[in-house]
């Protein structure tokens, strides 16, 4: 089954003197315990088709549901629940929140959703992303690849049906960038976590189990098994 579900999801972008189709009748899944990779040329709409999949964004034409729930029939507060509730997030620039050490960027999506904070449980997620020793840790005394590790396990405490993650490696050096492919694709062979990953990265994509890739708004092609990405 898909955790995440698209038909002919459109989206268009108004601004005073244009009006950009960013997604043109999108359909596609995401199944359960599968790692996707989205690729395609800048301005293809990798970027709204994440967010609109995530819940981060309303489509103006087609239909989503996440993990069972039709996203139409949801108020934005309901949507919002259901985020952070369900759905885990991966920025490209980490995003964690400055003033706050690692465990407790870790632990906050647990306050935000108003869930009991166990440390043990922070201490164990921060452990399998190889950050325990660095859990009082504020973000500006770690390193890219590190912040994106606590990232991870930010976006996994909650455990959320479905990760996306935003050109995740698209800020680290190449040894940091197979740190965090090695893991998001170890959540997804020890876990069954659900992974959907935006790359331009041929490198990245090819940790993934599916690679749809997107021209103008459409999906062009689905390679349905591991990118070859010497032949790219
Ligand atoms: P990608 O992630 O593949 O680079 P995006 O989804 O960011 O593509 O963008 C798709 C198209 O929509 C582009 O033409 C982009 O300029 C446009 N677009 C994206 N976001 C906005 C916005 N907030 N307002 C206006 N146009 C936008
Ligand atoms: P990576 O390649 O894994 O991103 P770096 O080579 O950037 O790691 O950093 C190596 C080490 O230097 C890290 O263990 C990190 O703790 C430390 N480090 C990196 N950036 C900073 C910084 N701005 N302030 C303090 N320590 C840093």
Same mark, same amino acid.
């Given at each position: 089954?898909?955790?995440?579900?698209?038909?002919?999801?459109?989206?268009?972008?108004?601004?005073?003197?244009?009006?950009?189709?960013?997604?043109?009748g999108?359909?596609?899944?995401?199944?359960?315990?599968?790692?996707?990779?989205?690729?395609?040329?800048?301005?293809?709409?990798?970027?709204?088709?994440?967010?609109?999949?995530?819940?981060?964004?309303?489509?103006?034409?087609?239909?989503?549901?996440? =993990?069972?729930?039709?996203? *139409?029939?949801?108020?934005?507060?309901?949507?919002? /629940? +259901? %985020?952070?509730? #369900?759905?885990?997030?991966?920025?490209?620039?980490?995003?964690?929140?400055?003033?706050?050490t690692?465990?407790?960027?870790?632990s906050?999506?647990?306050?935000?959703?108003?869930?009991?904070?166990?440390?043990?449980?922070?201490?164990?997620?921060?452990?399998?992303?190889?950050?325990?020793?660095?859990?009082?840790?504020?973000?500006?005394?770690l390193?890219?690849?590190?912040?994106?590790?606590?990232?991870?396990?930010?976006?996994?405490?909650?455990?959320?049906?479905?990760?996306?993650? =935003?050109?995740?490696?698209? *800020?680290?050096?190449?040894?940091?960038?197979?740190? /965090? +492919? %090695?893991?998001? #694709?170890?959540?997804?062979?020890?876990?069954?976590?659900?992974?959907?990953?935006?790359t331009?990265?041929?490198?990245?994509?090819?940790?993934?189990?599916?690679?749809?890739?997107?021209?103008?708004?459409?999906?062009?092609?689905?390679?349905?098994?591991?990118?070859?990405?010497?032949?790219?």
């Open positions: 089954p898909d955790v995440v579900r698209l038909w002919s999801v459109k989206k268009t972008y108004r601004t005073a003197a244009h009006e950009v189709i960013a997604l043109d999108v359909t596609t899944g995401f199944p359960a315990g599968t790692f996707t990779a989205v690729m395609g040329p800048s301005g293809s709409g990798k970027s709204t088709l994440l967010q609109c999949a995530a819940g981060l964004d309303r489509p103006d034409g087609g239909k989503i549901v996440i =993990d069972g729930t039709d996203l *139409a029939t949801l108020k934005e507060t309901a949507l919002t /629940v +259901l %985020r952070r509730e #369900r759905v885990g997030f991966v920025f490209q620039a980490f995003n964690l929140v400055s003033a706050l690692a465990e407790q960027n870790v906050l999506p647990l306050r935000l959703a108003g869930r009991a904070v166990a440390s043990a449980e922070v201490r164990a997620a921060l452990a399998r992303v190889g950050m325990a020793e660095r859990a009082g840790h504020r973000p500006s005394r390193s890219g690849g590190e912040q994106q590790r606590v990232a991870i396990a930010r976006a996994l405490i909650t455990r959320p049906a479905v990760v996306f993650a =935003d050109e995740p490696t698209g *800020a680290l050096d190449i040894k940091a960038s197979r740190e /965090v +492919l %090695r893991l998001l #694709r170890g959540m997804v062979d020890d876990q069954g976590q659900t992974v959907v990953m935006v331009h990265d041929p490198v990245a994509a090819a940790y993934a189990d599916r690679v749809l890739f997107l021209a103008d708004g459409r999906l062009v092609e689905e390679l349905n098994g591991k990118l070859d990405a010497e032949s790219v």
